[in-house]
């Protein structure tokens, strides 16, 4: 399901996909916990240094933006799903990228962000709300 969600995320969340958009990485940076772990496509950076390397090289320096299109916030885990564009590689992916963020939040910053590339099988899947 689709829709506006502002004010529907928690705020450390609204303000990751906001510092994304804006390209910044020190803002992006600055929304994770000092022992956060991002998982993106099977690919884990696992400390500051690392994740700050991510997000320079493959969101802020790809200029990524993300639509978030659904949102589930669940105790534990927030759901996104999203339209992300930019200026990688697109080779191989669909006109339409949509990418499933799973997002934990501990004390007002990102704690964990496992991204999934959504293939559009609907078997399992969750049904997101917004």
């Known amino acids: 399901m689709s829709g506006d969600i502002s004010g529907q995320l928690p705020a450390v969340v609204q303000r990751y996909v906001d510092a994304v958009n804006a390209f910044d990485t020190d803002a992006v940076l600055a929304t994770f916990a000092a022992d956060a772990v991002v998982n993106d496509n099977h690919r884990e950076f696992a400390d500051r240094t690392a994740i700050r390397t991510w997000i320079a090289g493959e969101i802020t320096g790809d200029r990524v933006t993300m639509e978030v299109t659904e949102a589930d ?6 759901v996104l799903r999203a339209r ?12 339409e990228l949509i990418l499933t963020s799973y997002i934990v939040v501990r004390d007002d910053a990102i704690a964990a962000l496992f991204i999934a590339f959504d ?12």
């Open 84 to 95: 992300y564009d930019g200026e990688f590689d697109k080779t191989d992916l669909p006109a």
């Open 73 to 78: 916030v669940r105790p534990g885990v927030i």
């Open 119 to 130: 293939t559009g099988d609907e078997t399992g899947t969750v049904e997101l709300t917004v």
